[in-house]
């Protein structure tokens, strides 16, 4: 078993420097604890430890403190914008369950060593991650040191084990005490013995082997290094003491108690929602907090009708008119349409739905509640009908509300926010055509519900203006989107594509030229053979695909041929990408008006836009992007020869 322990202190400050300010909208510092966090999962992914732990340094004094009013006296404050973050990251170790260590009168490098050990008696194993070599000297059998640091604004790490450690050093890692002792520490402010510096405390180690062994030996050592050794020996004990970790801190420590746990779903995402870490939130699969309510049994009477005489219906139309608004939900073929005004539910179909019943209950003279408006705007403009008077859309505030999660169907947004499933009726029971009503009158109530409790969400997390301003009133625009579609002029795309067609054969014929015969030129192998075996070019390392093609291996005279092969590869693709889409283009087409049409997302991830997600192909050309890039890389080295 593995128990992995972070040096707190030495990370956060690691991921502070290391990440740019970054703030919330109220001007919260959050840079270091995004940036550890990002650390954080780096570690586990790398380590995949069975337990997980953090340590942290306490403002009170330590007994080194007290023994030496120098210890660490050299050392700038923390700053401001990093201090106010570290209750923050406490918080949010302690929501995702991995259990925190601190001492009063102790350092956390203690604490740290008292875990190894504790470790290594319960035959665990231990990786300690920190940016200070102090915590070399704990490596044994069952402690190894993850240490990081920075190279080059790149954060690198070197795993310690006792062989990595007598490697570099020559010595083993308890040693690391001694070699301290000698030659002190600048960030500690460990005096050590003054004039002898970590070459010479390093050879008198490896001579003599311990700091005690050194002061037996002083006749041994040279006239001037000994005259500092001597004047230098209360210091270098003193050194050595302040310089050993203290493996018996008074700390409740089992590696059983720090067993890897999911985090506490509803304090972690507050935290993360607090901290605006959007990313952070989909990465952990958090979401919103769900309400819990009592589970019991509802009795009541619910009145409905089924409607379908064209005068009841434009009798019901016109008693809606004066309701503060309604809850609907329509079939997606507008067949049905269900209506619930808090007091009676309503179905209409067959002759109630008439184009004066239509125009009136989709008008602005009724107010109407519904669930994901955007798809019945569009189905009601693309009818001839209006789309006005809608005054709430549930599955846009359920969005608003948590926008990480995968799905904002009516069922999963009322078991999230009113903790309820909606009642279906057995159709084998009822029939089919009434258990259909019945779902569609349940789903109108539901809508109902949901609009009692969401709109104060909405105020709670200060998204009144986001929601009524931009979200909903944006509903109607990408409906009337859709319902135009887009212009396309098939012919162009056409003729371009056979434009594309021209070039990729002339290209073939050049490159047919250069080679002396036809061959596959998709073929890595079979290229590979006629640049390298063949045409005589300079090769590269042969991979089990055949020969590397870089253009750095490359003489001036044979960038000719390489430029043209490239420009083949990316008109290829240009003539692929295009001519298929013309191809598909008129069975996409309205017959008359010569439009294409798609839906336009706006219930998405978090982090994505609003987009034609059927109209890709023809917005992004990745790979012919990626080809640019190689021609104009090709054409600038050609350059540097001429």
Known sequence: MKLMVLDGN???????????????????????????????????????????????????????????????ATRHPMPDELAMQLPMMKDILRAMRIPIFECEGWEADDVIGTIGKQCGRANWDCVIVTGDR????????????????????????????????????????????????LMGDSSDNIPGVAGVGPKTAT???????????????????????????????????????????????????????????????????????????????ARYGLHAPQETVEAGAFAGTCTSETVTDAARAA???????????????????????????????????????????????????????????KPLMRRLLEQGYPAEGFIFDTALAAYDLDATRGSYDLDSVVQQHLGFAIGRADSEQVGKDAARVCSRLAEAEAVGALYEALPEKLTKNGMEKLYYEI????????????????????????????????????????????AGKKFNINSTKQLGQILFDELGLPAGKKTKSGYSKSSKMLLPEE?????????????????????????????????????TYCPYRDICGFDEQIEGYEYRKLEKLPKEIVMEKIMAKLEEEKQTWE
């Not at 500092?228 to 003491?241: H, V």
Request: charged content about 25%.
């Open 134 to 181: 102090d915590s070399l000297q704990l490596i044994d059998e069952h402690v190894t040191v993850k240490l990081v640091s920075s190279k080059l604004s790149q954060s690198v790490a070197v795993n310690y084990d006792p062989a990595r450690f007598r490697e570099e050093y020559g010595f083993d890692p308890i040693h690391l005490i001694d070699l301290k002792a």
């Open 203 to 281: 050879q008198l180690l490896l001579d003599y082997g311990t700091l005690d062994g050194i002061y037996a030996h002083l006749d041994a050592i040279k006239d001037k290094l000994r005259a500092k050794l001597e004047q230098g020996r209360e210091s270098a004990y003193m050194s050595y003491d302040l310089a050993t970790i203290r493996c018996e801190a008074p700390i409740d420590f089992s590696p059983e108690d720090c067993r890897v746990q999911q985090p506490d779903n509803d304090t972690l995402y507050q935290l993360f929602t607090r901290l605006e870490f959007t990313r952070q939130i």
């Open 315 to 373: 009798e019901l139309a016109a008693a809606f008119q004066k309701e503060h608004y309604v809850n609907i939900i329509a079939e997606p073929d507008l067949s049905g349409i269900a209506v619930e005004t808090g007091e009676s539910g309503y179905y209409f179909s067959d002759f109630a739905l008439s184009d004066d019943f239509m125009l009136t209950i989709f008008g602005a003279s009724v107010k109407k509640v519904t669930h994901d408006c």
């Open 10 to 72: 030495s990370v956060i400050n690691r991921a502070y420097y290391g990440v740019r300010a970054l703030t919330t909208k109220d001007g919260f510092f959050t840079n270091a604890i995004y940036g550890f966090l990002n650390i954080l999962e780096k570690l586990r992914t790398e380590e995949q430890p069975d337990a997980l732990c953090v340590t942290f340094d306490l403002k009170a004094p330590t007994f080194r403190h007290l023994a030496y009013d120098g210890y660490k």
């Open 471 to 514: 979200e909903l009133p944006l509903c109607r625009v990408l409906a009337e989107m859709e319902a135009a579609g887009v212009k396309a002029d098939q012919m162009a795309l056409i003729s371009f594509g056979n434009m594309l067609q021209s070039r990729i054969e002339a290209a073939e014929q050049t490159i047919f030229g250069y």
């Open 559 to 595: 960038f000719d041929a390489v430029l043209t092969y490239a420009q083949k590869r990316r008109t290829d693709l240009q003539g692929a990408m295009y001519r298929g889409k013309a191809e598909a283009l008129p069975y996409e087409m309205g017959t008359q008006n010569g439009c």
